[in-house]
């Protein structure tokens, strides 16, 4: 993991690696301590990760055109579609009507143009979502796609199953809610969602349960189980034919990183037990995850990697330690309070990670989960049963999926009345990593109960208070104006000593989305800009902010200064032969926002190479923030 993080922003020669590599295996020849030996290895499996994550990527020329001859290989939604070329994935959008499946074989000319980096101060981009799947390069088609064949291969085998199970459920479940869980829940399939039942299941904690992981996997594995019992097979050799069902339905769900998990660590338990071999759950933990690295080392950004092997890791720390507490109560409020450490386990390693992704959390939700997750599993086994029943019996049989359905809705909007969530929460990555440090020392605190491991345990704590001190009072103090990405609109914010002034907005109150994070992030208050002195050294007048290090300006389609100097911020379609008119004024720096039209950007372009002035684009790098 720590090669892989490395890897991602450094190069490393494959050179290095082999050499380290063959290195270690020459000195283990010679008589070498153990932890000498042990070290050498470490070093090689850092290089490892670091050389597999420098992936040589396309750099084709986005000014020529390019025949492409790819694969279809997954479908992200309407009209969006992932495509295999030369080893790569490829980001497809095709409006029209014609839709593809997995495996299809697809030719038609077209450009290819990296997928850029946009800062969104803290809002989601559709272009961070397809790097997480390892995507960096976006086709713009020229000619009609034209469908040339259809490769057969296991994978596309069971992508074309999953697309006639979810045809068929589209048959059954006519509720569109009802359906659209029931694709989560059965076959992965999230596309379908609509934004108010992500929001009920995020509010109340249970969003898991959205993602096929270990819960869907266990409850396979225990139905099919239940079914070899049936079956009369009963030997530990004979269960190893559960590893090819397990990895099947893997290959169904969309091969998840969460679901991986789930089926690699299940299949080293099978392995174990076929060979009358113990195990360590944390050992198959890590090894799992190496196995997954090693294949796709960008998992390792992946929100679902990430959420899957930490609520897992907490599970099997921290469950025992809190189960031993009702052991001894009778065997009903026993199992009830497992269910409840189980979830408040998985809580704990899952909790940074939550408030970091998603700045929100359910402070509450084991208890909802106690109910959430029989009722999923329960919903999980009724809709497989009518996946695999003829479709005449099926809608016979519908009433069941579809009350179960209304019940998990119901007792999810009731829960949302007594939920305690803590919201509106956006730590660093350092917060991150202290957080960590701080739970894990103190776990070592609690196993040992030694005056060392006491002091350790309060090192991390007392760092992690010290930053979140300073940072916060960084917050406080924070001076810079952002110009945000709005197509067509202008959105320029002034964020000065934890307050915020528009010094120009066009948003209406539905596109707020853009602008929201990042006033919540720096937790700043609504204070309106007025002429004069805003704070010390801070002055603004007629459109222009003063600092003892610069002077910036703000020109619209109303500005009509008789000198200009400093930083400018063009908005609203003001080109340089309006503005200047041919004088020559002593600029610093040009900023434009997506209010300007393409033409008046290229206007931009060309006055700023004439004169050698800095030019920052909103288009190019999203959101741009000027301290001052």
Request: hydrophobic letters at 45%; charged letters at 15%; aromatic letters at 14%.
């Amino acid at each position: 993991m720590a090669g892989i993080g490395c890897g991602t922003y450094f190069y490393l020669p494959f050179s290095i690696f082999s050499t380290g590599l063959v290195s270690t295996f020459l000195i283990s020849f010679f008589k070498s301590s153990k932890n000498f030996l042990s070290l050498l290895l470490y070093i090689c499996i850092f290089l490892g990760g670091w050389t597999s994550a420098n992936q040589d990527f396309l750099h084709p020329d986005i000014r020529g055109e390019h025949y492409m001859q790819c694969e279809c290989g997954e479908v992200l939604g309407k009209g969006n579609y992932l495509l295999k070329a030369s080893g790569q994935l490829f980001y497809l959008h095709y409006s029209d009507s014609t839709t593809f499946i997995p495996g299809d074989s697809l030719a038609f000319s077209c450009k290819i143009y990296p997928l850029r980096t946009f800062n969104t101060a803290g809002a989601f981009h559709y272009h961070h979502y397809l790097k997480q799947k390892n995507v960096h390069f976006r086709l713009i088609p020229y000619s009609p796609i034209k469908k040339s064949g259809h490769s057969h291969t296991l994978l596309t085998f069971f992508q074309r199953l999953r697309h006639k199970m979810l045809q068929k459920m589209n048959r059954l479940i006519p509720d569109p809610n009802n359906r659209a869980l029931l694709e989560a829940l059965c076959l992965g399939y999230k596309n379908e969602l609509d934004a108010t039942t992500k929001s009920l299941f995020s509010s109340t904690g249970t969003i898991h349960l959205l993602a096929v992981s270990g819960l869907h996997t266990g409850a396979i594995y225990v139905l099919l189980t239940f079914i070899f019992r049936i079956l009369g097979i009963h030997k530990p050799i004979s269960r190893l034919l559960l590893i090819p069902l397990l990895g099947a339905y893997a290959c169904l769900t969309g091969l998840s990183p969460s679901v991986l998990r789930s089926a690699i660590l299940l299949s080293f338990m099978l392995i174990g037990k076929a060979f009358h071999k113990n195990y360590t759950p944390l050992n198959s933990v890590a090894a799992s995850a190496f196995l997954i690295l090693i294949i796709q080392p960008g998992n390792l950004y992946s929100v679902s990697f990430q959420m899957s092997y930490a609520a897992y890791t907490g599970i099997l720390i921290f469950f025992p330690l809190l189960n031993r507490f009702t052991r001894k109560l009778p065997k009903l409020f026993s199992r009830l309070c497992a269910l409840i450490w189980l979830s408040i386990a998985a809580q704990l390693t899952t909790l940074p990670l939550c408030l970091y992704y998603f700045h929100t959390i359910s402070l509450t939700s084991f208890l909802i989960n106690i109910i959430a997750i029989p009722l999923t599993t329960l919903l999980l086994y009724t809709a497989l049963i009518l996946l695999l029943l003829p479709l005449t019996l099926g809608l016979k049989l519908i009433f069941l999926t579809d009350g179960l359905c209304t019940f998990l809705f119901l007792s999810l909007q009731h829960f949302t009345t007594i939920n305690w969530q803590w919201e509106n929460c956006y730590p660093t990555l350092l917060h991150l990593l202290l957080a960590y440090s701080t739970l894990f020392s103190f776990l070592g605190f609690i196993k040992k109960r030694e005056k060392k491991t006491f002091y350790l345990a309060g090192l991390p704590l007392s760092l992690w208070l010290i930053y979140a001190c300073s940072y916060n009072l960084q917050l406080h103090n924070k001076r810079e104006i952002m110009l945000f990405h709005c197509y067509g609109k202008s959105c320029i914010l002034l964020n000065y000593d934890g307050n915020y002034s528009f010094l120009k907005n066009d948003l209406d109150s539905s596109e707020w989305k853009v602008i929201l994070p990042y006033i919540e992030k720096n937790r700043l208050s609504s204070f309106p800009v007025n002429e004069g002195l805003l704070t010390d050294n801070l002055t603004y007048f007629q459109n222009s902010l003063s600092s003892p290090h610069m002077q910036i300006r703000l020109i619209d389609a109303r500005s009509s200064p008789d000198t200009l100097s400093g930083i400018l911020l063009i908005t609203g379609n003001v080109p340089p032969q309006q503005l200047l008119r041919n004088k020559n004024f002593p600029i610093q720096a040009i900023y434009l926002d997506a209010s300007n039209s393409l033409f008046c950007i290229r206007e931009w372009e060309k006055y700023c190479e004439r004169r050698q002035i800095p030019l920052h684009k909103t288009t190019d790098t999203g959101c741009i923030c000027i301290p001052l």
